[in-house]
Each structure stands twice: as C-alpha cells, then as structure tokens.
C-alpha cells in the first residue's frame, strides 16, 4: 500500500525567506501526487497536482513542487513567503489507477513577521 | 459553483445520542469520499461512492457509522450512539478531473 511520509511537523520561517517542505512517498509505481492546504477551520484546499511530464509543476499563490522519482520525493516550494501563508499542509499521493486518497501527516507552516 | 457544502459546521452532542452529517458534492461529480480528521491520526480514508454506489467502505468503524448517498446530489454520515473517541471534523469530499473538500463538519461528542 502506498504511504506518504512529511518529516517535519512544523517549519518556521521568517517573511520573504524561502521555504521547501518535504514529502516522500512509498510506493512501486509512479503515482499521482497532489500537496493541499489548510487553513484553520476550513477545509483542505487544492495548491497543484503531479499526474505526468513536467517533473516541476506550478501551483497557486507561487508554489512549485517537483517529481523527483529517483528519490520518490515530492518537495513544495516557494521562493518567497507571506505571513498568510501560515497553514497546515498535506502531501498526498494516488496509486496509478485507484481512487482512495492517501495523505501525509502534514507540516504546520509558521510565518513570522 | 458553490463547491462541496457540508451541514452543520459545528454539532455538539451526549454520549450515546446520534449524529447525522450532511454533503452535498459539486454538481456532476460522480464520486464521493467521507475523511475524518484528528489531531492524532491525521486524515482517515472512511468510505467512497461512485455513481451513488458504496464501493469501499474499509475505513469505517463497523458498529456504529454508516453512510449513504440516497441521490447524486447529497449524502449522509450518520454515527449512533456516540463516544467521544467519535470527536473529529469529518471532511466530505468530491472528485470530477481531481479532488474537492468542503469546510468539514466539527462534532464533539460530550
């Protein structure tokens, strides 16, 4: 079964800096991988979604995350950060073919001014 | 579009008593998913329709929740005799070319 693992559950960064969450996944194939946010009290909001080609694929509000399948990774970027981008977010991931949508931990994103 | 609308936002009940979680998907979408969402454990898969068919319900507790989707355009998570361990927002989500959340549904059971 496919897994997705985010190794840290809070990041702190200071406002402009830039920012790099991480995401692994498990699983034999390549699968379709997906990051979400959520910000508090709300539901879980789409940022950008990896099905095939270009390994580097742009997102909303400035985020990028790029296919690394060598190193089953599927790390969120940002070059430079807002303070409204304190949020929690999830890596999730989609077997080739299937349905059911599995998510990572998340990271919890703080922004200081 | 209004996106994956999801009632109530907030439900507070008794142990024991029931609970009934609504979701309505965004028009056209065939498929829907129930998540709940704890601090504890994260985001949990809990049962999938396709075209208003139950077609993996692996993720729900066997004895006291059951879901249905009665027509495309709502569907219900109802929970009986509610525990505290039952204390969650539970996510309705659904999917056209990818997958849409609504706001959640925040039950607590007291």
């Known amino acids: 079964a496919q897994s997705v693992t985010q190794p840290d559950a809070r990041v702190t960064v200071s406002e402009g800096a830039s920012l790099q969450l991480r995401c692994k996944y498990s699983y034999s194939g390549t699968p379709y991988l997906f990051w979400y946010v959520q910000y508090p009290r709300q539901g879980l909001q789409l940022l950008l979604k990896y099905y095939s080609g270009d390994p580097v694929v742009q997102g909303v509000n400035g985020f990028e995350a790029e296919f690394i399948k060598s190193n089953s990774s599927f790390h969120l970027r940002k070059a430079s950060v807002h303070w409204s981008d304190s949020a929690v977010y999830f890596c999730?991931?989609?077997?080739?073919?299937?349905?059911?949508?599995?998510f990572g931990s998340g990271t919890r994103l703080l922004v200081s001014p | 579009n209004a996106g994956v609308i999801q009632t109530p936002r907030h439900k507070v009940t008794g142990k024991g008593q029931e609970a009934t979680l609504w979701c309505e998907p965004i028009?056209?979408?065939?498929?829907v998913f129930w998540y709940r969402q704890t601090i504890v454990q994260g985001l949990e898969f809990l049962t999938y329709f396709r075209n208003q068919a139950p077609i993996d319900d692996s993720g729900m507790p066997k004895e006291r929740f059951s879901a249905q989707m009665p027509n495309q355009s709502h569907s219900t998570l109802k929970i009986q005799s509610t525990q505290p361990q039952d204390s969650a927002v539970y996510l309705c989500a659904s999917r056209g070319n990818t997958l849409y959340f609504g706001e959640g549904s925040r039950l607590i059971v007291v």
């Open positions: 028009s056209g979408h065939s498929a």
């Open positions: 999730a991931v989609i077997r080739t073919g299937g349905y059911k949508v599995v």
